[in-house]
């Protein structure tokens, strides 16, 4: 089993719309999580961290379930500039983003016009 | 501001020779990582080196080796490359020995290709 699992899609979806990616990890010593945008043929970049209160940037709220081991990453209004690969990462060793990082697979955004 | 930078952005081998890609982390940041993205899936921990040392290693074999110079660099070496090490290497860093960013940056990364 994956310790990090997501859902590969693609997601489909038309400008405007809301979209929610879902994430679940294995290891329940895990101590930090984020959500990083990929752009094709491009390095990964942090988009948000995720607290178990719940965390919002502009459009993008993150959720985090430690009971279930499971994260979310909600876009609303989605625009095209949001198409690209959203990789859910966790951080076993560390409270921190300082340390060994625990990519999922990735999943893939495409919003059409 | 000179971010993470990688070389070579691309590398053409075959199967049993040895490959050396490099990094130069972000300006102020000590620690470098290095990861392997294979097509269509997440990056991959390869290890970590901080004071010139190896601090953390993912589930690689020995093949892959790694050093740190003094003044933060760093480079990864695979020898005897294997078909199943094309793949698009990353190199992340950031600081350990204080400062406020805690937050790992990624350079462009060197596709590698092995034939």
């Known amino acids: 089993r994956k310790e990090v699992e997501q859902d590969p899609g693609p997601f489909n979806v038309p400008e405007g719309a809301t979209v929610a990616f879902n994430c679940t990890y294995s290891?329940?010593?895990?101590?930090?999580f984020f959500w990083y945008r990929q752009d094709c043929r491009k390095e990964p970049k942090l988009l948000m961290s995720?607290?178990?209160s719940g965390n919002e940037d502009g459009r993008f709220t993150a959720q985090l379930n430690r009971a279930s081991q499971y994260i979310s990453l909600l876009i609303r209004d989605s625009k095209l500039s949001d198409s690209a690969t959203y990789l859910c990462?966790?951080?076993?060793?560390?409270?921190?983003?300082?340390?060994?990082?625990?990519f999922g697979q990735g999943t893939t955004l495409q919003v059409k016009p | 501001d000179a971010g993470v930078t990688q070389s070579p952005t691309h590398l053409i081998k075959t199967r049993g020779q040895q490959v050396t890609l490099r990094c130069s982390p972000k300006?102020?940041?000590?620690?470098v990582s290095w990861y392997q993205q294979a097509l269509g899936q997440g990056p991959q921990f390869i290890f970590q080196?901080?004071?010139?040392?190896?601090?953390q290693r993912g589930n690689f074999p020995d093949r892959f080796s790694g050093h740190q110079f003094p003044n933060y660099s760093s480079e990864l070496n695979v020898n005897a490359l294997l078909l199943g090490d094309s793949a698009l290497y990353l190199c992340?860093?950031?600081?350990?020995?204080?400062?406020?960013?805690?937050?790992?940056?990624f350079g462009p990364g060197t596709r590698l290709l092995v034939l």
């Open positions: 990462v966790v951080n076993t060793h560390g409270s921190s983003n300082t340390g060994k990082l625990i």
């Open positions: 290891n329940s010593a895990s101590q930090s």
């Open positions: 995720v607290y178990s």
């Open positions: 300006s102020g940041h000590d620690t």
């Open positions: 080196y901080y004071e010139e040392e190896e601090r």
């Open positions: 992340a860093s950031v600081s350990l020995a204080g400062g406020t960013e805690e937050t790992q940056y």
